[in-house]
T-cell receptor, first 113, second 115 residues
Framework: AQSVTQLDSQVPVFEEAPVELRCNYS??????LFWYVQYPNQGLQLLLK??????LVKGINGFEAEFNKSQTSFHLRKPSVHISDTAEYFC???????????FGAGTRLFVKA | DTEVTQTPKHLVMGMTNKKSLKCEQH?????MYWYKQKAKKPPELMFV???????INESVPSRFSPECPNSSLLNLHLHALQPEDSALYLC??????????????FGPGTRLTVT
């Protein structure tokens, strides 16, 4: 069985500062990894995904994530955040069979002026 | 068109009512999903359809009844709900189910309140 742990429930950060949202997963099989963002009163939107290949993945809105197989991590980073990045961020994993996607508990990113 | 639409946006219903939620996508996706999301929680999978057949039912109570009339449409029929069923109901689609590398495209959700 797979699981996803997002290590921080809330991350406050000042505008233009860098940010890292942490995600660890556990699985006995190969997995695909995703980061989704949810703005208030909206559905989820894909930021980026890792399927294979380069361990550094670039996504939309200036976000990137690094897959680390030995540490079973997939941390999300942005070098300089904006007020508009305030949202809930979900890390997710699916196995290569693809039937289900498991979501982490979410991290609330709060960007302060 | 990379949009998943859901109607209605908001729904208030009594415990004896029958109502339906509707979801539509025109991306040619063959997998469609219903999720339930409570406040400050991640989405919880309810049902998955693959090629218009129900593939996954996550032990959802029978007062929730999904239907996939065609490859573009997904309905969720509601009957005799409880107040604890109040939540945001999200629909999603993906190109295929068996290849897990596909991301899901989410609709904006229906905010359901059961009184």
């Amino acid at each position: 069985a797979q699981s996803v742990t997002q290590l921080d429930s809330q991350v406050p950060v000042f505008e233009e500062a860098p940010v890292e949202l942490r995600c660890n997963y556990s699985s006995s099989v190969s997995v695909y990894l995703f980061w989704y963002v949810q703005y208030p009163n909206q559905g989820l939107q894909l930021l980026l995904k890792y399927l294979s290949g380069s361990t550094l993945v670039k996504g939309i809105n200036g976000f990137e994530a690094e897959f680390n197989k030995s540490q079973t991590s997939f941390h999300l980073r942005k070098p300089s955040v904006h007020i508009s990045d305030t949202a809930e961020y979900f890390c997710a994993v699916s196995d290569t069979g693809g039937f289900k996607t498991i979501f982490g508990a979410g991290t609330r990113l709060f960007v302060k002026a | 068109d990379t949009e998943v639409t859901q109607t209605p946006k908001h729904l208030v219903m009594g415990m004896t009512n029958k109502k339906s939620l509707k979801c539509e996508q025109h991306m040619g996706h063959r997998a469609m999903y219903w999720y339930k999301q409570k406040a400050k929680k991640p989405p919880e999978l309810m049902f998955v359809y693959s090629y218009e057949k129900l593939s996954i039912n996550e032990s959802v109570p029978s007062r929730f009844s999904p239907e996939c009339p065609n490859s573009s449409l997904l309905n969720l029929h509601l009957h005799a709900l409880q107040p604890e069923d109040s939540a945001l109901y999200l629909c999603a689609s993906s190109p295929d189910l068996l290849a897990g590398g596909y991301e899901q495209y989410f609709g904006p959700g229906t905010r359901l309140t059961v009184t």
